[in-house]
């Protein structure tokens, strides 16, 4: 018995090494982390805080290992030592592969790894579209190296402290097996809870910072995925978001969306013009020269901003691209967790802009470089009407990158399509080249600054322009230019180089433009100030051609002298509302400490209200639709 107790006791401690090993794996790959932790000291504590949270995995890793050792005591019969080795050997690789997963993730979305990004596994190509060779190979050479020592330690040093040989009788042996199970049981559970106390732990007990960054490397990587788990349906229980009454709620948020009868500019010299929807793949504002960003990343993008209305405070309502499209073509809110067109059941009752004008005659297409089974983009646009879906598998003789075909190649497709689309035509195109892994040719020697922590971000999205600049040059020139407008609009944003934490608004902040023949010629070159979001845009179009906007609530005329300049928006994980003035955030499960930029206590309480009401509603939407 003493065997076995030294056994748990030593195989707990080696569980404890590995996490404490890979979690400096994870600070190492983000570096640099620039403004993301304030206090130095945090980084310390970010390796302390979290052993609750690592005693509670440590336990749950302990468990199997502890039955075989058990079953080889009592049977005396190696197959049980054998399936111990392969078992922790599993587990040993298990694990090293989430925490790798996990320091990618984070890098890309400034997120702990999540049962939302393991949906992405049910599409493997994708997942091998995305990884470069290059990171392939350093995640596998960082799993052998992570592994080998751990396995060489179990087999040779852990695993033999079971080589004991009783001489007592199996019956005694299983008597002895028992007591001690149950002993180990209890101290296993009490390890799991997080402590003898009412409630179990999660993720929050390893909190201890006001910089998320912090506070995330202390969470344990394969907790957080268990944890995870236990959202049921993947929406959570009422008792997480549902703070108040729902018309309550309802009455919060009320003059953000209240609807009246106002007069407001019209931009268009048409009520029926050809709408193009150019969905910039993860672009942010911190890239985009015209809205402060880098210099001259995006020269194509400024230059067009002086012919159309150039939205400076746009924000994206998501943070992926399964939810911002939707967003934009349907406005519908997204929720932190999921994707609603993920839930196919869910899709035929959403309104899509598609559908609103099929009967006025337009066509409606929509090309991607990729492949629409990410995220079931290609059933939402299915159901929602899109009649013609062109994407990767359709241009088999173009030159293609790893998630795809590049811009510099889909773009002359574009204006292709275009061409030979009939008149009025509704068209929607998603770029590739600034997703993961970034492997494009260079359009020319521009380079993004060396302290860029995004730099082959920056570069991409430089790319993207350049061409997105050459598309607009030849579009100009066609008949049908006159009387089409163009939506350039962020699926949603993305890290960049100046590290914004997931939860700010400044992370959010995407570019959004109007541009196009059939904006009327005062309308050009104008700059709108005020606070706007991705679900604005059905409603200030179908307002600019005399059709009905009751279809979508959760949309607004940017252009109504009524409307708010206001934005709701969520992160992985929270929930943030914008104003003029400042933001103000927070965490689902969290003790509703807000994350803001504003002083004032009454309007820091205001926003938090709105933020958390909007979020409860549209959980409830999605719940019951």
């Known amino acids: 018995m003493k065997a076995l107790l030294k056994y748990c006791i030593t195989l707990f401690a080696t569980w404890l090494l590995l996490f404490f090993v890979n979690r400096i794996f994870f600070l190492c790959y983000q570096l640099p982390i620039g403004s993301r932790i304030i206090h130095s000291l945090d980084i310390l504590k970010s390796f302390v805080e979290g052993y609750r949270l690592e005693i509670s995995t440590a336990c749950i890793l302990l468990c199997l290992p502890l039955v075989f050792a058990l079953l080889y005591y009592v049977f005396q019969h190696k197959i049980f030592l054998r399936i111990s080795l392969i078992l922790v050997t599993s587990l040993l690789v298990l694990y090293n592969l989430t925490s790798l997963a996990d320091a990618g993730i984070y890098r890309e979305w400034n997120a702990k790894i999540n049962l939302q990004a393991l949906a992405h596994f049910k599409n493997p190509s994708e997942v091998a579209k995305t990884i470069s060779w290059h990171l392939l190979g350093v995640a596998l050479l960082a799993l052998i190296v992570f592994s080998l020592p751990f396995y060489y330690l179990y087999k040779n040093k852990i695993l033999p402290l079971l080589y004991v040989e009783s001489k007592n009788s199996i019956l005694h042996r299983s008597v002895q097996s028992f007591i001690f199970l149950a002993l180990s049981a209890g101290i296993i559970v009490i390890g799991i809870r997080g402590g003898i106390t009412n409630i179990p732990i999660n993720q929050s007990a390893a909190y201890f910072s006001n910089d998320v960054m912090a506070n995330d490397i202390a969470v344990n990587p394969l907790y957080n995925i268990l944890q995870d788990v236990t959202i049921t349906g993947v929406i959570p229980d009422t008792t997480v978001y549902k703070l108040r009454s729902n018309i309550e709620a309802q009455q919060i948020i009320a003059d953000d969306f209240y609807k009246i009868q106002d007069t407001f500019p019209l931009i268009l010299n048409t009520t029926k013009p050809n709408l193009v929807f150019i969905f910039l793949e993860s672009w942010s504002a911190d890239n985009v020269g015209v809205l402060g960003g880098v210099a ?34 349907s406005s519908y ?33 929509f090309m991607f470089g990729g492949d629409l089974v990410y995220g079931n983009l290609r059933g939402y646009l299915l159901e929602k009407k899109f009649t013609n879906l062109l994407e990767e598998r359709d241009y088999a003789s173009l030159p293609k990158g790893k998630l795809g075909i590049h811009d510099e190649y889909l773009f002359p497709e574009l204006l292709k399509k275009l061409n030979n689309s009939q008149q009025p035509f509704l068209q929607g195109f998603f770029t590739v080249s600034t997703h993961m892994p970034y492997d494009f040719k260079p359009c020319d020697n521009w380079q993004s600054t060396k302290n860029d922590a995004e730099k082959s971000y920056t570069e991409a999205t430089h790319y993207s322009d350049y061409h997105l600049g050459k598309f607009f040059e030849d579009a100009k020139k066609q008949t049908w230019y006159k009387n089409t407008l163009f939506v350039v609009v962020a699926d949603h944003s993305h890290n960049t180089i100046k590290q914004w934490d997931a939860s700010s608004a400044m992370r959010q902040k995407i570019p959004m433009l109007f541009v196009g023949g ?14 706007v979001s991705q679900l604005d845009v059905n409603a200030t179009l179908l307002s600019q051609m005399n059709l009905p ?15 708010p300049s206001t934005a709701y928006y969520v992160f992985f994980g929270g929930i943030g509302y914008i104003k003029d003035s400042g933001f103000v955030a927070v965490r689902q499960m969290s003790n509703q400490t807000p994350i803001t930029n504003l002083k004032d206590s009454v309007q820091i309480n205001n926003m938090l209200h709105k933020a958390n009401s909007f979020q409860q509603l549209v959980y409830e939407d999605v719940r019951l639709r």
């Open 296 to 329: 001259g990343c995006t020269p194509s993008f400024d230059a067009l901003s002086q012919e159309g209305v150039l939205f400076e405070n746009a924000y994206g309502e998501a943070y992926v691209s399964d939810q911002g499209i939707p967003a934009v073509l």
């Open 333 to 365: 809110p997204s929720v932190s967790r999921l994707s609603i067109i993920n839930q196919p059941i869910k899709v035929p009752g959403m309104h899509c802009i598609s559908e609103t004008l099929l009967p006025l005659g337009y066509t409606s297409s």
């Open 518 to 531: 059939a904006l009327h010629e005062n309308w050009q070159g104008k700059r709108w100030n005020k606070v």
């Open 549 to 563: 906007i009751t279809n979508y609530p959760w949309s607004r005329n940017i252009f109504s002298p009524s409307t």
